[in-house]
C-alpha cells in the first residue's frame, strides 16, 4: 500500500524529474515519427503501385525488416556516428539527434508495412474510378490520400506506440544523459538496477498508459473508418 | 496549406535545433560515481561556477577508456590505475589528476557461509569463498571493480570457474542486487554499497586490506589530431573538482552520515 502511495504521489504531485524524462521521451518520438513518416508514406505508395510481382517480394521484404531488433540498430548507427566512424564528424553520438536517427530507421519499415497491409483492404477500383473519372497523376496521389488518411494516421500511431516503448536504440546512442537523452525505458532500467522501484513504477504506469491509449486510438479511427465506409 | 507550412517550418527549426551543438562538456565515467548521487550533487554547483553544462555517460571504466580513446567523450573519470595509465602513454589522455579514494569491500549473506571474515588478507577471503563453493557474482564487464576482481583472483593463484561464479555484465548495483537475491558474494566499492545499504540484505563480510585501495583519477582527452575535443573546458572541469572548493565539495558529500568518498589531489 505504501508503495502504491509513493507511486501515486510521484504521478500527480508532477514530480519534475519524471515529467522531464516523459516529454523528452514524446518529443523524441515526435520527432522520428515524422521523419520516417516523411519516407514511410511514399515508400508505402511506391509498393502499393508496383507490379504484382514486386509488390510481394517488397512486402515480405518491409515485413521482415520490422523484426529488427533495437539493438542491432543502435550497433549499426553507432558504428557510423562514434568519431571513428564515417559519420564521425557530426558528432551526433549520445544527443537525442542520435537517439532520433535509431528510433527513425526503426519506425519506417513498421509505418511502412501497416500501411500496405491497409491498402489491401481498401476497395482497388478506388485507382480505375479515380482514371476513368479523368483524373491525373497528382489528383490520383491526393484521392487516395484522403480516402486513406485515417489508415495513415493509425499506422502514424501504430509507430509511435511502438516506438516509445523501445529501450535498446535510446540507450546506445543517447548514453542515459540525465536532463538531455534520458527516456522513460532507459530510466526505468537505470532506476530498476539502483533500486529505486518507485520511481522505475511511476514511470512505467506513464508508459504504458500512453501506450494503452495510442493503441485505444487506433481502434476508435480505425472503427470510424468502418462505419463511413459502409454509407 | 498554411498550417502545412508552419508545420514543415517548425519541423526544420527542431531538427536543426536538435543537429547543433550546444556547449556541452561529455564526461564518461564509471557507475559508482553517478550512481552514488556524488556527480549530481557537485555538477550543477561547476555548472552554476563556470556556465558549463557536462553530460555524464556512466558506463565501466574499461568503456569509459574506450569511449575517450575514439575521441566520443572529453573527460574521464574512472577508477583503474594500471589501465589509466596504460591510456596516458598510448597518448590518448593528458593530464591525469588524482581526485579521490574509497576503498573496496567484499559483500556478502550476514552468516557468512563461506567463513571470509576470519580471512588473513583478501586473497584468503578469495580462496576461502572458491572453496567454498560459495556463489560470487562477478561484474564481468571490465569495470574498474570488475579489473581489481581479475588481480585478486590472480594474486590469490585461483582460476575461477563453476556454476558459483557467475559473470554478471552488470552495473555495480545490479550486481550487488543480483547478489543480494542469489545470496552470494560481491565486490563492491563502499560508496555504491553505502547508497544501495538500505535496501539489500547484504553485509561487509570483508574489508580493510591496503590491496582494496581504490583511487579515481580524472583524465583530459587528448586534444592532439581531435579538434572537436573540448580540452578547455575539460581542463576547468579537472581544476575545478582538484581545486581546495571541489575537494572540500567531495568530502562533505554524505549518505545517511556517512562520507563516501576522500579528497586526494595534491
Known amino acids: 500500500m505504501d508503495l502504491l502511495q509513493k507511486i501515486f504521489y510521484l504521478i500527480f504531485s508532477f514530480d519534475r524529474d519524471i515529467y522531464q524524462i516523459v516529454l523528452t521521451s514524446l518529443g523524441l518520438t515526435f520527432f522520428s515519427i515524422s521523419f520516417a513518416t516523411v519516407i514511410a508514406v511514399p515508400l508505402a505508395f511506391i509498393i502499393d503501385f508496383s507490379n504484382y510481382k514486386i509488390k510481394k517480394f517488397l512486402i515480405a521484404f518491409i515485413n521482415s525488416l520490422t523484426s529488427l531488433p533495437t539493438v542491432v540498430i ?158 | 496549406m498554411k498550417i502545412r507550412r508552419i508545420l514543415i517550418a517548425l519541423l526544420l527549426f527542431v531538427s536543426f535545433s536538435i543537429l547543433s551543438q550546444e556547449d556541452r562538456l561529455k564526461l564518461a565515467t564509471t557507475t559508482s560515481t553517478e550512481n552514488s548521487g556524488l556527480l549530481d550533487y557537485l555538477l550543477p554547483i561547476f555548472e552554476k561556477d563556470t556556465g558549463i553544462k557536462v553530460d555524464v555517460i ?71 569463498i572458491a572453496n567454498k563453493k560459495a556463489v560470487f557474482i562477478s561484474r564481468g564487464d571490465k569495470s574498474g571493480t570488475h579489473i581489481k576482481e581479475l588481480e585478486i583472483w590472480e594474486k590469490s593463484g585461483i582460476k575461477p570457474k563453476g556454476k558459483w561464479y557467475k559473470e554478471s555484465g552488470l552495473g555495480m548495483e545490479e550486481a550487488i542486487n543480483m547478489a543480494n537475491n542469489e545470496l552470494g558474494y560481491v565486490l563492491s566499492d563502499r560508496g555504491t554499497y553505502l547508497s544501495v545499504k538500505s535496501k539489500i540484505d547484504l553485509a561487509i563480510c570483508y574489508e580493510g586490506d591496503k590491496e582494496l585501495f581504490n583511487p579515481y583519477g580524472i583524465i583530459a582527452v587528448n586534444p592532439a589530431n581531435k579538434d572537436y575535443i573540448k580540452y578547455d573546458e575539460a581542463m576547468k572541469l579537472i581544476e575545478w573538482i582538484t581545486s581546495e572548493n571541489g575537494q572540500k565539495l567531495i568530502n562533505d558529500f554524505k549518505i545517511e552520515g556517512e562520507q563516501l568518498f576522500f579528497g586526494s589531489a595534491k
Do not use: C
Open chain 2, 58 to 128: 556512466s558506463v565501466g571504466t574499461g568503456k569509459a577508456l574506450k569511449l575517450g580513446e575514439n575521441g566520443d567523450v572529453d573527460v574521464v573519470l574512472v577508477h583503474a590505475r594500471s589501465l589509466e595509465d596504460k591510456f596516458v602513454q598510448d597518448g590518448y589522455g593528458v593530464d591525469r589528476k588524482d581526485v579521490m579514494y574509497n576503498d573496496f569491500i567484499i559483500l556478502g549473506p550476514k552468516k557468512d557461509p563461506a567463513k571470509i571474515k576470519k580471512a588473513k588478507n583478501v586473497s584468503d577471503a578469495f580462496k576461502k
Open chain 1, 74 to 231: 543502435g550497433l549499426i548507427v553507432y558504428s557510423f556516428i562514434s568519431r571513428k566512424g564515417i559519420l564521425g564528424f557530426t558528432g551526433l553520438l549520445f544527443t537525442p539527434g542520435a537517439i532520433v536517427i535509431g528510433q527513425t530507421i526503426l519506425a519506417i519499415p513498421i509505418i511502412t508495412s501497416t500501411i500496405v497491409a491497409g491498402f489491401s483492404k481498401i476497395d482497388s477500383k478506388l485507382y480505375e474510378t479515380l482514371k476513368t473519372l479523368g483524373a491525373d497523376k497528382r489528383q490520383i496521389f491526393l484521392g487516395i490520400i484522403s480516402e486513406t488518411k485515417i489508415l495513415i494516421v493509425a499506422a502514424l500511431l501504430f509507430g509511435f506506440g511502438r516506438i516509445i516503448g523501445e529501450v535498446g536504440v535510446s540507450m546506445m546512442l543517447g548514453g542515459n544523459i540525465k536532463r538531455y537523452t534520458r527516456t522513460m525505458t532507459t530510466a526505468i532500467a537505470l532506476e530498476t538496477s539502483k533500486g529505486e522501484f518507485e520511481f522505475a513504477l511511476a514511470l512505467g504506469i506513464i508508459l504504458l498508459l500512453i501506450a494503452l491509449s495510442i493503441n485505444f486510438i487506433i481502434h476508435l479511427f480505425l472503427k470510424r473508418e468502418d462505419k463511413w465506409k459502409r454509407i
